[in-house]
């Protein structure tokens, strides 16, 4: 039984504590988070791993400014975005509003437990979230119980491919962004895949390659000493790949390439 139904109220109080960290560090991303380039391509290949339809309805968990919500809800026939941060909720519907949507339902709320009935969605999906929680588990099988028979299940997020490259990652994420948990080793998520009972999985993987900068910019390292921090560990991977994140100057800007796997599997 995961923790969060349990009686043991340390965990409990751990998790909360960890809750508020992710309202407060993305309370202070929201906007951002959702003016970053929004990298479509990889928005399309999601869409099309998860053969979105017009019959579909949707739900995004974790759906942030709702960047992915309102791309599938140009395709299926209703979308539902859920996140714990009412600060996204709010840059999620002015983006509903830009692109003159009406086939969306926003909703801020956690995914310890889903709030809703088993089986209410076509589709599930979540991008970017795995490595802010403390119990990814629970909420990939949340998300297979509340998708339909046959529905799609899809997790996508950052990876790593092997606990030292994983420890040195880590390292530098929680610089970064206080409410980084840890990055999934592509094993693991492959296992948890299985072990939510989905079947037929299929995986694609791409890389995000974003300027150092412009993805210090979009978080909030608790002090200037910590960024300082970031870019030498940075700086000194170049050539050496340590953090799994092929660290490159290209016309005196050092970037970044974040390895990123979507798993899809269906409902049995």
């Known amino acids: 039984m995961p923790f969060y139904f349990s009686e043991d109220f340390m965990r409990k109080d751990q998790y909360q504590r960890?809750?508020?960290?992710?309202?407060?560090?993305?309370?202070?991303?929201?906007?951002?988070?959702?003016?970053?380039?929004?990298?479509s391509e990889y928005l399309d290949l999601i869409m099309e791993l998860t053969k979105v339809t017009s019959n579909d309805t949707v739900l995004d968990v974790a759906c942030g400014p709702g960047l992915v919500s309102c791309a599938f809800a140009a395709t299926a026939k209703h979308v539902t975005g859920i996140d714990l941060v009412p600060a996204m909720i709010e840059r999620?519907?002015?983006?509903?509003?830009?692109?003159?949507?009406s086939n969306l339902t926003w909703k801020t709320g956690d995914?310890?437990?889903?709030?809703?009935?088993?089986?209410?969605?076509?589709?599930?999906?979540?991008?970017y979230s795995f490595h802010h929680l403390m119990d990814p588990l629970a909420v990939w099988k949340e998300m297979t119980r509340v998708a339909k028979s046959e529905g799609r299940v899809a997790v996508i997020d950052?990876?790593?491919?092997?606990?030292?490259?994983?420890?040195?990652?880590?390292?530098?994420?929680?610089?970064?962004?206080?409410?980084?948990?840890r990055a999934l080793r592509l094993e693991e998520l492959q296992r948890m895949a299985t072990k939510t009972g989905?079947?037929?999985?299929?995986k694609k993987f791409y890389r995000l390659e974003i300027p150092l900068?412009?993805?210090?910019?979009?978080?909030?390292?608790?002090?200037?000493?910590?960024a300082d921090k970031?870019?030498?560990?940075?700086?000194?991977?170049?050539g050496k790949d340590t953090l799994g994140v092929q660290a490159q100057w290209k016309d005196k800007e050092l970037y970044v390439?974040?390895?990123?796997a979507i798993i899809v599997g269906i409902k049995s």
């Open 18 to 39: 960890h809750n508020d960290l992710i309202v407060d560090q993305f309370t202070k991303q929201a906007i951002p988070f959702s003016t970053r380039p929004s990298h």
């Open 92 to 101: 999620a519907k002015v983006l509903q509003q830009d692109k003159k949507l």
């Open 111 to 127: 995914a310890l437990p889903l709030p809703f009935p088993d089986g209410s969605f076509s589709i599930v999906i979540t991008r």
């Open 158 to 181: 950052v990876f790593t491919s092997s606990k030292k490259q994983a420890m040195a990652y880590d390292q530098m994420e929680k610089l970064r962004d206080s409410s980084h948990v």
């Open 198 to 202: 989905l079947i037929r999985l299929e």
């Open 213 to 226: 900068e412009q993805q210090l910019k979009a978080s909030f390292p608790e002090s200037s000493e910590d």
């Open 230 to 238: 970031i870019r030498k560990m940075v700086s000194d991977d170049v």
């Open 257 to 260: 390439s974040i390895p990123v």
